[in-house]
């Protein structure tokens, strides 16, 4: 049986997203394949995180496409997802950087503690940048 997460992401509460893991980043805002949606995301980034490397949370991480953007930019990224297979595919792509990737809800505390990035799914509405 695959994770379904209540409540989260886009419209429908039921999602598997252990199902979806393996083609998750098929989509252009989710695997960052694209030079130019890549870079958009990374100037994104820069603009929202602080200008000088410090830790970061990415709550709902998927496969870790922005926090690998995150942890290029010098950040220690933690990374957590309710996924197991999303958080092992953000994992992968991690392990070069200074993150690690959790599975579950984060503790409040861990919450507290770190500087969140701006979840994946309202970006696009906030952005106005048109390669997103």
């Known amino acids: ?21 393996a ?5 252009p805002d989710h695997g960052l394949r694209d030079p130019s949606v890549r ?3 990374a100037d994104r980034l ?3 995180l602080p200008d000088t490397p ?6 709902g ?22 996924s197991p297979r999303m958080a092992t595919r953000a994992r992968a792509k991690l392990t070069a950087h200074d993150a690690r990737v959790l599975v579950g809800i984060p503790a409040p505390d861990l919450i507290r503690s770190l500087t969140p ?3 994946h799914t309202h970006t696009e509405r906030l952005s106005g940048d048109a390669r997103l």
């Open 39 to 41: 870079a958009a995301w």
């Open 117 to 119: 990035l701006v979840p």
């Open 23 to 27: 083609a998750f980043d098929d989509e």
């Open 61 to 82: 991480c998927g496969t870790g496409s922005l926090a690998l953007l995150a942890a290029e930019q010098g950040h220690r990224v933690t990374a957590v997802d309710l």
């Open 54 to 59: 410090g830790d970061v949370l990415d709550v």
């Open 46 to 48: 820069a603009d929202w």
């Open 1 to 21: 049986m695959g994770n379904r997460a209540e409540g989260a992401g886009g419209d429908d509460p039921g999602i598997d997203w252990d199902a979806r893991a």
